[in-house]
């Protein structure tokens, strides 16, 4: 399986000064700020061709990216949420250290990690799945268009 992780590998989670986290936490919240957009995108070439769509089985097809974009865009916002948090508190941790556990706060930054490398591999899939779904949708309804104006 592809590695997603933007960190050094080893126990660099353990390791790192909060300051090197707090970056590392920052280009998270950039890549999610980023995915929402692309996202967006995503929602309006999938409703751009929905309106034309005459065939039972492509609006089948569609209905569930859709479905399965709109389960993307909340994890994606409930993500954001949580990196929002997460780097305030690394700036509290950055002024105090002694502010939270920092076993703690450790292992929480390596859930969160998981948790966005997860949202990143779904994020691929279904972005794969939704330009392979326009694509056929696209080819398949022009097909039919032709045929239905041609006889």
């Known amino acids: 399986m592809e590695n997603f992780r ?14 090197q986290l707090y970056v590392l936490t920052e280009h998270w919240k950039s890549d999610l700020q980023f995915y929402k957009d692309d996202l967006r995108f995503l929602h309006h070439l999938i409703n751009r ?6 065939r039972k089985d492509n609006v089948t097809d569609v209905r569930k990216i859709i479905k399965n974009l709109h389960e993307l865009d909340l994890q994606c916002s409930e993500l954001l949420k949580h990196v929002n948090t997460h780097l305030s508190h690394l700036g509290a941790l950055i002024e105090d250290p002694f502010k939270y556990d920092s076993h703690e706060f450790r292992k929480e930054h390596g859930k ?5 490398t997860e949202f990143v591999k779904a994020f691929r ?23 239905n104006h041609q006889i």
């Open 112 to 116: 969160l990690e998981d948790n966005i």
């Open 125 to 147: 899939k279904n972005r794969k799945e939704t330009f392979h779904i326009t694509e056929h949708v696209i080819e398949s309804e022009k097909l039919g268009y032709l045929l």
């Open 49 to 54: 061709y929905f309106i034309w769509m005459i």
């Open 6 to 19: 933007q960190r050094p590998k080893g126990e660099y989670t353990w390791e790192a000064a909060w300051s």
